[in-house]
Nanobody, 124 residues
Framework: QVQLVESGGGLVQAGGSLRLSCAAS????????MGWFRQAPGKEHEFVAA????????FYTDSVKGRFTISRDIAKNTVYLQMNSLKPEDTAVYYC?????????????????WGQGTQVTVSS
């Protein structure tokens, strides 16, 4: 059973930074893709970033390119999302997701395993 536990959310002023962590357990993740999604009130899950565990190829939605960085620590089975230059529109619950054989890393339906989410609030 795959378990994903997010941490690192909080309240920050616009222009500030946060680093989210997603600790993964229960499997060997070498064939997995790991993604970060966010959900604002009244909206659907929105893709933020993803990384393929093997090889480390990364993917970003346009609105976070140049501000957010996704990375992984293989030894710790942990994925990170470094978020800089935060904006009020980045406010949402951020979720970590994982699955094998993900073709479209931006599609939530392709991820079977999800964490519980962590709140990020950016004040103006």
């Amino acid at each position: 059973q795959v378990q994903l536990v997010e941490s690192g959310g909080g309240l920050v002023q616009a222009g500030g930074s946060l680093r989210l962590s997603c600790a993964a357990s229960g499997r060997t993740f070498s064939r997995y893709a790991m993604g970060w999604f966010r959900q604002a009130p009244g909206k659907e899950h929105e893709f933020v970033a993803a990384i393929r565990w093997s090889g480390g190829r990364t993917f970003y939605t346009d609105s976070v390119k140049g501000r957010f960085t996704i990375s992984r620590d293989i030894a710790k089975n942990t994925v990170y999302l470094q978020m800089n230059s935060l904006k009020p529109e980045d406010t949402a619950v951020y979720y970590c997701a994982a699955d094998m054989s993900v073709v479209d890393t931006s599609e939530p339906a392709q991820y079977h395993y999800w964490g519980q989410g962590t709140q990020v609030t950016v004040s103006s």
